[in-house]
C-alpha cells in the first residue's frame, strides 16, 4: 500500500493563479479530508468527505473547492489564489470519522507570491 | 465549538530528561483523542489514541498518555527522551466526529 500520496510536493504560485492538489489514497477508506497547517495554529479542516460524490466544509473552506468522483482521489482547487494561502496542505484518509486513525500524505507546500 | 489547547510552543530538553506535552480540550461529553507526531520534513503519525477503557495509554517509542476526565486533559510523557524525539507533537479531539487539532509543541532534544 503507498497511503496516501500527494502531488505536487512544492509549487509557487502568483496571485490570482489557479491550481489543483491532487491527493490519492489505496485503503479504500470512505472519508477523505483536507487541512492546512500554518505555524503556531496546528491543523484546520478545510474539506471532508464521506464517500464518492459527497463532500462538506471544514473549519476554513473559503478560497477552495473540492470533488470526489471517486473513493480513490479528493483533489483541492485553488481558484484565485492569494497569499493568505501560503502553507502546507495535508490530505488525510479514514476508514470512518469518529473512530478510526487518520492517515496523512506528505504535504504539499503552497506559496503564493 | 471545540477548542484544543497546547500551552508549550516550544520545549528544549537534554537526552534522557522526562517529558509532558500538556493538552487540554473544551467538550464536556465524550471525547476521542489522539496524539500525533511530526518528523522534520515528514508527515504527520499516529503515536498513540484514547478511545476507552484504561486511561493510561501507551503508544509507539515509548509514549504515553493520561486522560484525565476531571481535568478535561490527555497529556503527552515520555520518561527519557532521546535525540530522535526531535519534533512537532500535535494533539488531536474529536467530537461528535468534529476533529480539532492543538496549535503543535516543537520538542527539540539536546544531545
Known amino acids: 500500500n503507498a497511503g496516501v500520496t500527494q502531488t505536487p510536493k512544492f509549487r509557487i504560485l502568483k496571485i490570482g493563479q489557479s491550481m489543483t492538489l491532487q491527493c490519492t489514497q489505496d485503503m479504500n477508506h470512505n472519508y477523505m479530508y483536507w487541512y492546512r497547517q500554518d505555524p503556531g495554529m496546528g491543523l484546520k479542516l478545510i474539506y471532508y468527505s464521506v464517500g464518492a460524490g459527497i463532500t462538506d466544509k471544514g473549519e476554513v473552506p473559503n478560497g477552495y473547492n473540492v470533488s470526489r468522483s471517486t473513493t480513490e482521489d479528493f483533489p483541492l482547487r485553488l481558484e484565485l489564489a492569494a497569499p493568505s494561502q501560503t502553507s502546507v496542505y495535508f490530505c488525510?484518509?479514514?476508514?470512518?470519522?469518529?473512530?478510526?486513525?487518520?492517515?496523512f500524505g506528505p504535504g504539499t507546500r503552497l506559496l503564493v507570491l | 465549538a471545540q477548542s484544543v489547547s497546547q500551552h508549550n510552543h516550544h520545549v528544549i530538553l537534554s537526552e534522557a530528561a522526562s517529558l509532558e506535552l500538556g493538552c487540554n480540550y473544551s467538550y464536556g461529553g465524550t471525547v476521542n483523542l489522539f496524539w500525533y507526531v511530526q518528523y522534520p520534513g515528514q508527515h504527520l503519525q499516529l503515536l498513540l489514541k484514547y478511545f476507552s477503557g484504561d486511561p493510561l495509554v501507551k503508544g509507539i517509542k515509548g509514549f504515553e498518555a493520561e486522560f484525565i476526565k476531571s481535568k478535561f486533559s490527555f497529556n503527552l510523557r515520555k520518561p527519557s527522551v532521546q535525540w530522535s524525539d526531535t519534533a512537532e507533537y500535535f494533539c488531536a479531539v474529536i467530537d461528535n466526529n468534529d476533529m480539532r487539532f492543538g496549535a503543535g509543541t516543537r520538542l527539540t532534544v539536546k544531545p
Open positions: 488525510a484518509s479514514s476508514y470512518d470519522r469518529g473512530l478510526e486513525t487518520q492517515y
